[in-house]
């Protein structure tokens, strides 16, 4: 529908346009060109007419290209205002209104020229708004200065300016890894993340490619994918956005994602470990999702005392293998005798890896008084 009130819209343009210049050409009041001057008034009338009607004719043909024009032209307008902070789009706004103004000063001056002054005028409202628009962002610092001189409404408004701007959430951009973990969906019920989720069309493509997979573990995985897709937008409130942007010059999902994030500026949530490294290598925030999970594991410091349960034996000779609720990993030294018994033991050293955390122990006696201390407590 739009496109063909477009359509009209254009072709009434051209005919109305071709007609007017005909008639001022043919008038020979405004300009003088023998040959195209004619005192008969039903002949100029005619030729306006058939000028008019070919010019018309000219606007429909190529009403859709134009359109699409448009339309592009719009879209990336839209793109473009919607990444700009609030500061910008105000002292966009501003340099606009200033250079309208000295673009219609400038205007009058050559109204009174025949043809040439109205597109005059037009051409130079295009390039003074435009011109302002651009010194306006630039310079909104200082624009924003002027207004400090009137005590109360600089304040605010600086306020209020730096205020938005520190506010602003930044999207997040979901990886493929990070959807099918399924984790994220929980961090964001609880409220730690802030802001618009975006989905790139080429991840959810990744994920479909695996969902149809003839493999049972990677069909398994990618529907759970997109399982997790589906439960973020219909249960949770968070805005999630399918951006269809796509980089063809780049095969790796992993290099699109970061050159997604380089163009909207978002921060790329993941916990995929070369990912992380290369995103931050090219300047791109990463949230480590492994990162967050080690943070929330509990610290243990040397000399406290816990309990385990020994399921294996370790690397090493008499050394005994045991695991938090939450994975973490405890290497019991001499605690190989206790497999498949609940002891005491005492933290001797932790180590912090890029897998995870690992921590050393001993059991807390050397003899059965581990077992049953253990016990009295059970």
């Known amino acids: 529908m739009l496109k063909k009130v477009m359509r009209i819209i254009i072709t009434l343009s051209f005919l ?33 007419v058939i000028i008019g009607l070919i010019a018309g004719l000219i606007g429909y043909i190529s009403a859709s290209r134009i359109t699409s024009w448009l339309i592009n032209l719009l879209d990336w307008l839209e793109s473009r205002l ?41 051409i130079g409202s295009v390039l003074l708004g435009y011109l302002g628009m651009s010194i306006g962002i630039k310079k909104k610092e200082d624009l924003f200065g002027i207004f400090s001189s009137f005590p109360k409404l600089g304040k605010d408004k600086e306020k209020l300016v730096s205020a938005k701007i520190k506010n602003k959430a930044v999207s997040k951009i979901l990886d493929t890894s990070v959807i099918i973990d399924g984790r994220v969906a929980d961090i964001c ?78 921060v790329v949530v993941t916990n995929d470990y070369n990912l992380n490294k290369v995103a931050e290598l090219q300047g791109v925030k990463v949230l480590n999702i492994n990162e967050l999970a080690n943070a929330l594991k509990p ?27 939450d994975g973490t990993m405890i290497v019991v030294d001499s605690g ?5 018994q609940t002891i005491y033991v005492v933290v001797t050293s932790v180590l912090q890896t890029a897998a995870g955390r690992m921590i050393f122990a001993r059991p807390k006696y050397n003899d059965n008084r581990t077992l049953h201390e253990v016990n009295a407590i059970g």
Do not use: C, W
């Open 16 to 48: 109305a346009g071709g007609a007017s210049l005909a008639y001022t050409l043919f008038d020979g009041t405004h300009i003088s060109i023998s040959f195209l001057n004619t005192s008969n008034f039903g002949i100029r009338m005619s030729l306006t």
């Open 82 to 122: 919607l990444k700009m902070s609030f500061g910008d789009l105000l002292g966009a706004a501003i340099g606009l209104v200033v250079g309208l103004i000295i673009a219609s000063l400038l205007g009058s001056s050559f109204a009174r020229i025949p043809v040439v002054g109205d597109y005059v005028s037009i």
């Open 189 to 266: 019920k609880s409220g730690f993340i802030e802001g618009e989720l975006i989905i790139p069309g080429f991840v959810l493509e990744e994920l479909r490619h695996i969902a149809d997979s003839s493999d049972d573990l990677k069909r398994n995985r990618g529907r759970r994918g997109l399982d997790i897709l589906n439960k973020i937008r219909k249960e949770l409130e968070v805005k999630v956005t399918i951006d269809e942007q796509d980089f063809h010059d780049i095969s790796e999902v992993d290099s699109k994602l970061v050159r997604l994030a380089q163009v909207i500026e978002g």
């Open 299 to 325: 610290v243990f410091l040397p000399g406290e005392e816990m309990v385990v349960q020994i399921i294996k034996d370790g690397k090493e000779s008499k050394q005994g293998i045991g695991y938090l609720d």
């Open 336 to 340: 190989k005798k206790y497999i498949n």
